[in-house]
């Protein structure tokens, strides 16, 4: 083994142009399955921690996976509003320790802006059961005050005191500008890793405010910003969904049969747990899909080395015949090439992790806009070594077909080639 | 320590059954002598040097090395027995490209504790036979192998068949790629290192000029019973 380390490196070594693309199919084969695999574990662990401590999710008649996604990713659009009344009556409810309001429809420079009310910064909770923290300033205690998520207040620059204004529908270009009603930032939340840090906070109360005079779509008249009718709830008595957390963990079931069965008005309440796991095996067919697409890239990556080295064999006859004439043995022969193949998966496993780890510290930042997704690069984990040693393991396996062909070879050609 | 270098008896080896490529009653070497095999291309000299080396296994008969009867060992011993005692010069493409001229030479210890031991200092002693095969120049020694002419190849070969002294030296036409003068100053400083070391020599070739540096000439049809044609060489 000891004397057959250095042959095998350096013979690697000279045919290097050959060796590298092999490692290079390996290693991006690697890389391939490792950011499959770590996005796949972060995209769950991402989910699960995007909302905690809340036990209900209330919002209009419609399917679970439809409202977890609005109310709580501000992914897509409610079909359905629901009426102030129902929040109100929910949130006195005597089993119930604390509602919150989200309306949403509104944006910010393509973040979307979401209408709530002060509870919010008390009672939501995320990943473990964090509450939201502020980095800067504190709750909006004006009608004119915003809080940022963290990530818009970094990507769009703005600090505690700026001014902002707010765009009726979603996207950058929103022509429909609220332009009369300028926001002050009051406050800027720290990164929490969740859909929070892309979304700007208001009132609820202030939604409705910047849509008086629209009602019919378009501004009727300009107009200074005025707060709403009493009772403090929007003027034209509707919102997106309300989140709702229970005094007692025994009452959520009754309260969301309640809820789901109520006649004042179609609603649906789901538990977030059941609903995300709803969600994720949803989305897991696909990445298990994912992974097993990229385990057959490593498969081809290694049929390619197998391929790459018994092509070689050939030339690599007379090579062969003057180990075999210093005293090498058949089964040095075959160890050597399936020295030849651990290396060359070996190598294509630390390429590999770097190419995954470069590529996602990379993509990191577009992954967290673009898709919410956070991943977080780190040390490999105890699944990532799992991978590599299954790659460089598949390596030896599939070195065994050039390793077996050298040594079938060496016995028959002996000390010379019968070319 | 009476016992023939190479000592074959009653030998029989077919590639294939039936086309027997070796029929040899007896064919005998003795220890230090300095032996030129002969014989037209496909008369079965290089199968007799597999058989020899220990990696051919005949189908019957016995062959002797330095008294070792070679069908006794194990197919590893075998191995390890050749690495032990017996080196080797081929026609050409000795060398492996991807190590330096020096490691080429070492590479004969590399599976011999033997070699290795009577060897000492294994760099020196490949260097002292570069030397002494004229070719210890540093800007020969530098040079990748692959860049050596073919003179210089086989001395580097022959510096390695040589390395920790084994008792016989079999070489597979080792001259037929070299011009006149290079192939006589090859053969002088060959034929001077076996001297010193009181190597067996088993020179294979079909140059009849060759004669006068050996103890003997043999011509393998003539001990050779088989006749095999030319594609079992």
Excluded at chain 1, 70 to 98: I, K, M, N, P
């Amino acid at each position: 083994m000891r004397t057959l380390l250095p042959l095998a490196a350096l013979s690697l070594w000279s045919r290097r142009v050959t060796a590298a693309l092999c490692v290079f199919a390996i290693a991006m084969s690697v890389a391939l399955l490792l950011g499959v695999q770590k996005i796949r574990s972060d995209a769950r662990e991402s989910f699960a921690s995007t909302i905690s401590g809340t036990d209900l999710i209330v919002g209009a008649r419609g399917g679970p996976l439809n409202l977890l996604l609005y109310s709580v990713f501000h992914l897509g659009d409610a079909t359905t509003a629901v009426s102030w009344d129902s929040f109100e009556l929910v949130r006195r409810h005597r089993d119930v320790a604390w509602a919150l309001p989200i309306s949403l429809g509104d944006s910010h420079r393509g973040f979307r802006v979401m209408g709530t009310s002060r509870d919010y910064f008390e009672h939501f909770r995320y990943g473990r059961r964090q509450p939201l923290a502020f980095r800067a300033g504190g709750p909006f205690t004006d009608l004119h005050d915003a809080v940022l998520g963290s990530e818009v207040a970094a990507s769009l620059g703005h600090a505690l005191g700026d001014g902002i204004e707010v765009a009726h529908g979603l996207g950058e270009g929103s022509f429909a500008r609220h332009d009369d009603q300028p926001f002050r930032v009051a406050g800027i939340l720290a990164p929490t890793g969740t859909p929070v840090d892309r979304v700007v906070i208001v009132g609820v109360d202030a939604i409705t405010a910047i849509h008086e005079g629209w009602e019919g779509g378009a501004r009727a008249q300009p107009g200074p910003l005025r707060p709403p009718s009493p009772g403090q709830g929007p003027g034209n008595g509707k919102i997106t969904a309300f989140l709702v957390g229970m005094k007692s963990k025994g009452a959520v079931l009754q309260m969301q049969r309640a809820l789901n069965e109520y006649r004042g008005e179609p609603l649906t309440a789901v538990m977030p747990g059941v609903a995300l796991g709803q969600m994720w095996r949803l989305v897991g067919v696909a990445d298990t899909a994912l992974l097993v697409v990229a385990g057959c890239v490593v498969l081809a990556g290694f049929a390619g080395m197998i391929a790459v080295l018994l092509t070689s064999l050939e030339e690599r006859r007379r090579e062969m015949a003057v180990l075999r004439s210093v005293g090498a043995r058949p089964a040095h022969v075959f160890g050597l090439l399936l020295l030849e193949s651990c290396f060359l998966a070996a190598a294509g496993v630390v390429l590999g992790f770097l190419v995954a780890a470069l590529s996602l510290a990379a993509g990191a930042p577009l992954l967290a806009r673009r898709f919410g997704l956070f991943v977080d690069v780190g040390a490999p984990g105890a699944y990532d070594l799992a991978i590599a040693a299954a790659v460089v393991g598949a390596g030896a396996v599939a070195g065994l077909v050039p390793a077996w062909r050298a040594y079938r070879n060496s016995l028959a050609d002996g000390l010379s080639i019968r070319l | 320590m009476g016992e023939a270098a190479i000592d074959i008896a009653d030998l029989e080896f077919s590639w294939t059954p039936g086309a027997a490529s070796l029929d040899v009653p007896a064919f005998t070497v003795g220890r230090g002598e300095r032996v030129l095999l002969s014989g037209p291309s496909g008369s079965g000299k290089s199968t007799l040097l597999g058989v020899i080396g220990g990696v051919l296994v005949p189908q019957s008969g016995t062959v002797r090395l330095l008294g070792t009867d070679l069908a006794a060992l194990a197919p590893a011993a075998r191995d390890r027995f050749r690495a032990d005692h017996v080196g080797f010069i081929f026609q050409m493409f000795n060398l492996l490209p991807y190590l330096s001229v020096v490691d080429n030479v070492t590479l004969a210890a590399t599976f011999s504790r033997q070699r290795r031991e009577r060897a000492g200092d294994l760099r020196a002693e490949a260097r002292r036979l570069l030397a002494a095969l004229s070719i210890g120049q540093v800007h020969v020694l530098e040079r990748p192998v692959a860049q050596l002419s073919i003179g210089q190849q086989q001395r580097v070969a022959a510096a390695r068949a040589l390395l920790g002294r084994p008792e016989v030296l079999i070489a597979d036409e080792p001259t037929s790629s070299l011009d006149a003068a290079a192939r006589s100053s090859f053969l002088e400083l060959l034929m001077q290192e076996c001297a010193h070391a009181g190597t067996t020599l088993l020179f294979v070739s079909h140059d009849p000029s060759l004669g006068g540096y050996f103890d003997r000439r043999l011509s393998l049809p003539d001990f050779n019973r088989a006749r095999p044609d030319a594609e079992a060489a």
